[in-house]
C-alpha cells in the first residue's frame, strides 16, 4: 500500500515559520507532481502550493506566494512546504498528495486530480 506521511506541524506564533515534510513510501512518485493542500474549521480544502515532478515548475495560491517555498529530493522520496511569516489564517490542517498523472510539468491545482494522500498534520499559529 502506497502511503505518505506528513510531519512538522504544530504550535507557532505569528510570524514564526515551519518546515513541513511529506515522506512517500515508494520511488513511483518520483514521476508525479505533488502539491500542499489545507483545511480550515468550517472551510473547503484549498490548495497552497505544488511542485512538479522535475522539481522545476512551482505554483503557489494568492494566499501563500512570498511566503510559502515547495521544493523536493526525489533521493529522499520527500517533498517539504517552507513556511514563513506566519498568519493566525494560516492555521489549518495541511496535507501533501501525488498526482495521479505521471510526467506533469505544471503542477494542478485542484483535489480531484490527486490519488494519493496523506492524513495531514496540524498548524496552529497562535499568540
Known amino acids: 500500500q502506497v502511503q505518505l506521511v506528513e510531519s512538522g506541524g504544530g504550535l507557532v506564533q505569528p510570524g514564526g515559520s515551519l518546515r513541513l515534510s511529506c515522506a512517500a513510501s515508494?520511488?513511483?512518485?518520483?514521476?508525479?507532481?505533488f502539491g500542499w493542500f489545507r483545511q480550515a474549521p468550517g472551510k473547503e480544502r484549498e490548495f497552497v502550493a505544488g511542485v512538479s515532478w522535475t522539481g522545476g515548475n512551482t505554483v503557489y495560491a494568492d494566499s501563500a506566494k512570498g511566503r510559502f517555498t515547495i521544493s523536493r529530493d526525489n533521493a529522499k522520496n520527500t517533498v517539504y512546504l517552507e513556511m514563513n511569516t506566519l498568519k493566525p489564517e494560516d492555521t489549518a490542517v495541511y496535507c501533501c498528495?501525488?498526482?495521479?498523472?505521471?510526467?506533469?510539468?505544471?503542477?494542478?491545482?485542484?483535489?480531484?486530480?490527486?490519488?494519493?494522500w496523506g492524513q495531514g498534520t496540524q498548524v496552529t499559529v497562535s499568540s
Open positions: 498528495a501525488a498526482d495521479s498523472t505521471p510526467f506533469r510539468k505544471v503542477p494542478v491545482t485542484t483535489p480531484i486530480q490527486y490519488n494519493y
Open positions: 515508494t520511488r513511483t512518485f518520483s514521476r508525479n507532481a
